[in-house]
């Protein structure tokens, strides 16, 4: 999968996610700099999270190492921590684990404002399909076959 698809599918699991711990309010852009990916609200406890993307490629930039950084050390205006949600796939999810050990960001003591959110990669298009049958069968799901005449 090329990276900006697989961007989209991590970003959408992490607003999925998010969605389920009831964070749904979309808060307007702030023009704090750099901005997250993705910054929304509780609706009726008014707490703000973040959330990033991490793609394997992403975890030797120095640019995604400051923005992990900078997102996990900002605070509120009541200096409480800012929950930080990292959506990265299962099997970089190890190596995301022990950058952010490495960068201080999580440890034993540190860190428990930083969840990462482990994303299943999309299942693989199934093979031994042709496009034409796979065509048909996606026009005729959900609906009832015609009996057979006797």
């Given at each position: 999968m090329?990276?900006?698809?697989?961007?989209s599918?991590?970003?959408?699991?992490?607003?999925?996610?998010?969605?389920?711990?009831?964070?749904?309010?979309?808060?307007a852009?702030?023009?704090?700099?750099?901005?997250?990916?993705?910054?929304?609200?509780?609706?009726?406890?008014?707490?703000?999270?973040?959330?990033?993307?991490?793609?394997?490629?992403?975890l030797?930039?120095?640019?995604?190492?400051?923005?992990?950084?900078?997102?996990?050390?900002?605070?509120?205006?009541?200096?409480?921590?800012?929950?930080?949600?990292?959506?990265?796939?299962?099997?970089?999810?190890?190596?995301?684990?022990?950058?952010?050990?490495?960068?201080?960001?999580?440890?034993?003591?540190?860190?428990?404002?930083?969840?990462?959110?482990?994303?299943?990669?999309p299942?693989?298009?199934?093979?031994?399909?042709?496009?034409?049958?796979?065509?048909?069968?996606?026009?005729?799901?959900?609906?009832?076959?015609?009996?057979?005449?006797?």
């Amino acid at each position: 999968m090329e990276e900006s698809a697989t961007r989209s599918h991590l970003r959408r699991g992490l607003e999925a996610h998010l969605a389920e711990l009831g964070y749904s309010g979309v808060r307007a852009r702030t023009s704090a700099t750099p901005a997250p990916e993705v910054v929304r609200v509780n609706p009726v406890r008014g707490r703000i999270v973040y959330g990033e993307t991490v793609l394997r490629s992403d975890l030797r930039s120095r640019r995604c190492r400051e923005r992990l950084v900078s997102f996990s050390q900002r605070r509120t205006r009541h200096r409480s921590s800012i929950l930080f949600f990292i959506a990265v796939s299962e099997e970089d999810r190890p190596a995301l684990e022990a950058l952010l050990e490495e960068l201080d960001i999580r440890s034993a003591v540190r860190g428990g404002h930083v969840h990462v959110v482990s994303v299943v990669a999309p299942e693989a298009k199934r093979a031994g399909r042709s496009a034409g049958a796979s065509s048909s069968t996606n026009r005729n799901r959900g609906r009832a076959r015609p009996s057979p005449k006797n």
